[in-house]
């Protein structure tokens, strides 16, 4: 027998959302700088477009897997369910953009950027930044699907960052699959709702 997920309240929501943000900038930003580590983040107009480019592939991808596999679909409901459903319509701006900005830090800016001045190179970067992003997306075990989709996701930022270069890009398409998914789930519950 499993242990059921409770239904979280909005404020729980926004809690875990800020404090797993600021956590994880907090982490990056230490290890960042403890470790002298050069993170490859700078202003560039045509790193918007691309991160935008890479942020609808990456939805458009997502889901054609939504439709294909029914496991990452039941994963992706309770996922988006538990997370989504108690917030309003503003707060899915925060649900953009502080993972967007935190996790990208981390996940791409610091671990590839560590892996790459190391042994492991951009692919072993890649793959073990990869890993803990997923593994950062894994609830319970039944929700393997999703955790296995945002590994997939990750390896897919992480070759945005090493064909662009630029963290911003990697950062703008996260924040816009966040706020793509989150509108879309709010729009057509609250849609059944009415």
């Not at 439709?67 to 989504?84: D, E, I, N, T």
Request: glycine letters at 12%.
């Amino acid at each position: 027998m499993t242990a059921q997920v409770h239904p979280l309240t909005r404020t729980e929501v926004l809690s875990a959302l800020i404090l797993t943000s600021g956590s994880l900038t907090l982490l990056a930003g230490l290890w960042g700088w403890l470790g002298s580590v050069p993170i490859p983040l700078f202003w560039d107009p045509l790193a918007l477009l691309w991160g935008c480019g890479l942020g609808l592939g990456v939805i458009l991808l997502s889901e054609l897997v939504y439709q294909a596999w029914p496991a990452y679909r039941q994963a992706a409901r309770a996922y988006l369910g538990l997370v989504v459903d108690p917030l309003q319509w503003g707060d899915v701006f925060w649900l953009g953009l502080l993972p967007g900005w935190s996790e990208e830090w981390l996940f791409r800016g610091v671990l590839v950027s560590v892996a790459v001045a190391g042994p492991l190179g951009w692919i072993g970067g890649i793959l073990c930044s990869s890993l803990l992003f997923g593994a950062l997306h894994l609830l319970e075990w039944r929700g393997w699907p999703y955790a296995f989709w945002a590994t997939l996701v990750g390896v897919l930022l992480g070759l945005g960052l090493w064909l662009s270069g630029n963290l911003l890009v990697t950062i703008v398409a996260h924040t816009l699959t966040n706020w793509v998914a989150a509108g879309w789930w709010k729009y057509h519950h609250s849609q059944a709702e009415d």
